[in-house]
């Protein structure tokens, strides 16, 4: 089985009805970090009302394990996004999907108001992949997707993916695991340091660690291997501007690719590619919306890469 790089194995199995959903909350918020009333529902009971998850909602609040903060922005004053208390997070820590993840880094209401962006976009791109999945009969649940998962690329620097995607392609008989590293890009930052993450993962894919107590020149072979049995392909989904500036940052992506050696051999072993979250949304992940950073065919789904 495949583990993350906290140690814990990866998860492949959506939630059971037959968990209670009080619980099944309080792992989700505890693995996406915090969600809307909404988001809750379409990862976990899709059919089910809101009003449901509002009283699960509710009676965890009253019990000292949730708390919420309203959505930043206007007309939004009715929104709130939900995430556990320092109680919350005490009790979920020894869950075996969450046993070895990093300490829960939101303990008020101000830290939680100030991850809210990226952390509810993160989240808002996997939804799509989840939907896709329960439509086409493939497995991709809530815990199958993985925020904030650090590795190391040497000289004691980490790379941080967005997300960890794990994904199981169902064709008759057949099943095909995928895996993919997510970016998840709300053009908050400028496009050079956007396309420079490209070389992180170029640089994760050669790096060796150093065994201890052998010579230099003794190796134990690539350190993503200790998680991955192939290198997961790198999806960047871009959202937050006008769709001709969101192209302009995917051309960045290519040319990265194109020009920088290290990108340029990780282009040629691992798909690459690049969507805008909107796209994703409306006509779902499995379709055409997402540009090869390596060239070739304009559009394609993210399988084909």
Do not use: C
Request: hydrophobic content about 40%; aromatic content about 6%.
């Amino acid at each position: 089985m495949t583990r993350s790089p906290s140690g814990s194995p990866a998860p492949e199995l959506t939630p059971s009805p037959a968990e209670p959903l009080r619980l099944q909350v309080l792992t989700a918020l505890a693995l996406h970090r915090m969600a809307t009333t909404s988001q809750l529902g379409q990862m976990l009971r899709p059919d089910s009302s809101r009003q449901l998850f509002s009283r699960v909602l509710n009676k965890l609040r009253s019990t000292g394990l949730v708390d919420l903060t309203p959505l930043p922005g206007r007309d939004r004053s009715r929104t709130h996004v939900w995430y556990l208390t320092p109680e919350g997070a005490r009790l979920t820590r020894d869950l075996p999907l969450l046993r070895g993840r990093p300490p829960y880094p939101i303990t008020s209401t101000t830290a939680a108001s100030l991850k809210t962006p990226h952390t509810l976009t993160v989240l808002r791109a996997h939804l799509p992949f989840a939907a896709d999945a329960r439509r086409l009969g493939h497995e991709h649940g809530p815990w199958d997707w993985t925020p904030e998962v650090a590795h190391p690329i040497g000289e004691g620097e980490r790379l941080v993916a967005d997300a960890v995607m794990h994904y199981t392609l169902i064709d008759s008989e057949h099943r095909l695991k995928l895996r993919a590293f997510v970016e998840v890009d709300r053009t908050t930052m400028s496009s050079e340091r956007l396309a420079v993450k490209l070389i992180e993962y170029a640089r994760l894919f050669r790096y060796e660690a150093q065994p201890i107590g052998r010579r230099s020149q003794a190796s134990a072979g690539a350190t993503w291997l200790r998680w991955y049995p192939v290198f997961p392909r790198v999806l960047f989904v871009l959202t937050g501007a006008s769709r001709a500036r969101l192209t302009n940052r995917i051309s960045d992506l290519q040319a990265m690719a194109a020009q920088h050696p290290l990108v340029a051999v990780l282009a040629r072993e691992v798909p690459l590619g690049a969507a805008i979250l909107e796209d994703i949304e409306q006509h779902g992940p499995s379709e055409a919306v997402w540009v090869p950073l390596a060239g070739g065919t304009p559009r394609r789904p993210w399988v084909d890469l």
